[in-house]
Nanobody, 124 residues
Framework: QVQLVESGGGLVQAGGSLRLSCAFSGGRFSTYAMGWFRQTPGKEREVVAA????????AYTESVKGRFTISRDNAKNTVYLQMNSLKPEDTATYYC?????????????????WGQGTQVTVSS
């Protein structure tokens, strides 16, 4: 059974940076596309970034383009989300997710496995 464990969240001032990590286990990581999503209370979970099972293809929601970078290390079974120039509106619980496919997937309903989430809080 695939398991995902996020880490790296915390409290940061606006303009600061954080790097989230998601450790993958229980399957062959290199065959899964991965995604980062976020959710705030009362709102639907939304995609932040997605990466294909190879590193060559990525996708981002418009609001984080140029500030966030998704990457993966298939040797370490880990996907990362580097978040720079953070804004208060980035405050959310961030989740990583996995789906057994080739391409970068942005629809949350297509994902098969989810982590428990890590809280990111950006103060103004």
């Amino acid at each position: 059974q695939v398991q995902l464990v996020e880490s790296g969240g915390g409290l940061v001032q606006a303009g600061g940076s954080l790097r989230l990590s998601c450790a993958f286990s229980g399957g062959r990581f290199s065959t899964y596309a991965m995604g980062w999503f976020r959710q705030t209370p009362g709102k639907e979970r939304e995609v932040v970034a997605a990466i294909a099972r190879s590193e060559s293809r990525t996708a981002y929601t418009e609001s984080v383009k140029g500030r966030f970078t998704i990457s993966r290390d298939n040797a370490k079974n880990t996907v990362y989300l580097q978040m720079n120039s953070l804004k208060p509106e980035d405050t959310a619980t961030y989740y990583c997710a996995a789906v057994l496919t080739i391409v970068a997937v942005t629809n949350l309903r297509d994902y098969d496995y989810w982590g428990q989430g890590t809280q990111v809080t950006v103060s103004s």
